[in-house]
């Protein structure tokens, strides 16, 4: 079964480093997805994208954040200056269509350790 | 954000009986309604959803319920199994928002032998 990939599984990193984390989505699928779930909170929207650009994004998402697909398969975020409000276990998703959640395949998830 | 609710973060069942996993909503320009299951150390992963314009859906064990007048829908699974044993999200998305979706915080279902 096609499956979301997300590497690393684990990231640590110092407080105002830049990270990146890297997704691969399922390869028919053209819409996809940031979320992440800070521990003990809910998992929350961060930014949906589709032909090569932000089509929404949240608040959380501010100039700190930027998402990228640098070629046909990986869909990455990139954090440049990382807080310690950062830490959160953050998913990748993915969608053939944006119009319905229910097509949205997450992956497995990034947990990002900002010290 | 408190827009989708599920007050129980918990729930024991036994093998067999019926889960009874509720949540509750506060945004009308909701028109799209899921329900998620994770388990540890993996991403959520689909499970059963509803349009506002139905009152039931249904598939195997799973069941959803909505109510809109009380903005409210539950999510029943029958025959309870232990491989149900996970955590169970609600999620609610607006029809001008498609990749947005509203989490609840979650009820971990425990299902005992």
């Known amino acids: 079964e096609p499956e979301v990939t997300q590497t690393p599984s684990h990231q640590v990193t110092q407080m105002g480093q830049e990270v990146i984390l890297r997704c691969v989505p399922i390869?028919?699928?053209?819409?996809f997805y940031w979320y992440r779930q800070i521990l003990g909170q809910k998992v929350e929207f961060l930014v949906s994208f589709y032909n090569n650009e932000i089509s929404e994004k949240s608040e959380i998402f501010d100039d700190q954040f930027s998402v990228e697909r640098p070629d046909g398969s990986n869909f990455t975020l990139k954090i440049r200056s990382t807080k310690l409000e950062d830490s959160a276990m953050y998913f990748c998703?993915?969608?053939?269509?944006?119009?319905?959640?229910?097509?949205?395949?997450f992956g497995s998830g990034t947990q990002l350790s900002v010290l | 954000d408190q827009q989708v609710k599920q007050n129980s973060p918990s729930l024991s069942v036994q093998e067999g009986r019926i889960s009874i996993l509720n949540c509750d909503y506060t945004?009308?320009?909701?028109?799209?309604f899921l329900w998620y299951k994770k388990y540890p150390a993996e991403g959520p992963t689909f499970l059963i959803s509803?349009?506002?314009?139905?009152d039931k859906n249904e598939d195997g064990r799973f069941t959803v319920f909505l109510n809109k007048s009380a903005k409210h829908l539950s999510l029943h699974i029958v025959p309870s199994q232990p491989g149900d044993s996970a955590v169970y999200f609600c999620?609610?998305?607006?029809?001008?928002?498609?990749?947005?979706?509203?989490f609840g915080a979650g009820t971990q279902v425990v299902v005992t032998p």
């Open positions: 945004n009308s320009m909701f028109d799209y």
């Open positions: 999620a609610a998305r607006r029809t001008d928002s498609w990749g947005k979706l509203q």
């Open positions: 998703a993915s969608s053939e269509r944006g119009t319905q959640g229910k097509e949205l395949f």
């Open positions: 509803i349009s506002s314009i139905k």
């Open positions: 390869s028919n699928h053209l819409y």
